[in-house]
């Protein structure tokens, strides 16, 4: 059974950083496209990040504040947001693909206070 379990959310200060992982087992990990996606109240879920084996991808409006990386060796991928804003207070969610493919964790809350 796949399974992708985040952590690190919580609460932080505008300018502020936190750094979110997630864990995953059950699967190959190495083939995976992983990815960090984010739902704030009354509005859809968005990219936020992926990473492949060899690429990376941001959205908008957390580029250059915010990276995306992943271990293979411990079958995770981490999301470290810096110079966080109000505006990224959502529930962060962990996605992983490959093929037809898809899981997702539970989702970590993270709350940006100005």
């Known amino acids: 059974q796949v399974q992708l379990v985040e952590s690190g959310g919580g609460l932080v200060q505008s300018g502020g950083s936190l750094r979110l992982s997630c864990a995953v087992s059950g699967t190959i990990f190495s083939f995976y496209t992983m990815g960090w996606y984010r739902q704030a109240p009354g509005k859809q879920r968005d990219l936020v990040a992926t990473i492949t084996s060899g690429s990376t991808n941001y959205a908008d409006p957390v580029k250059g504040r915010f990276t995306i990386s992943r271990d293979n060796a411990k079958n995770t991928v981490y999301l470290q947001m810096n110079s966080l804003k109000p505006e990224d207070t959502a529930v962060y969610y962990c996605?992983?693909?490959?093929?037809?493919?898809?899981?997702w964790g539970q989702g970590t809350q993270v709350t940006v206070s100005s």
């Open positions: 996605r992983g693909s490959w093929y037809r493919n898809e899981y």
